[in-house]
């Protein structure tokens, strides 16, 4: 969430309360059915250098 998509105060609030909302759904399906959630974060760079390699 870089930038709020609305002006003012309570849609800007709003916009970042529906949002954790939804993480925290995502989060709960992955829980509920026994998915392990990726914590890692691969930068672009080093996904092309492990591509390349295989």
Same mark, same amino acid.
């Given at each position: 969430m870089?930038? @709020?998509?609305? &002006?003012? &105060?309570? $849609? $800007?609030? !709003?916009?970042?309360?529906?949002? @954790?909302? @939804?993480?925290?759904?995502?989060? !709960?399906?992955a829980w509920w059915n026994g998915h392990a959630l990726d914590r890692t974060r691969v930068r672009h760079l080093a996904s092309l250098d492990l591509f390349l390699a295989a």
């Open positions: 870089g930038r @709020a998509r609305y &002006l003012g &105060l309570q $849609t $800007t609030h !709003l916009e970042h309360v529906f949002s @954790a909302v @939804a993480l925290n759904l995502i989060r !709960l399906d």
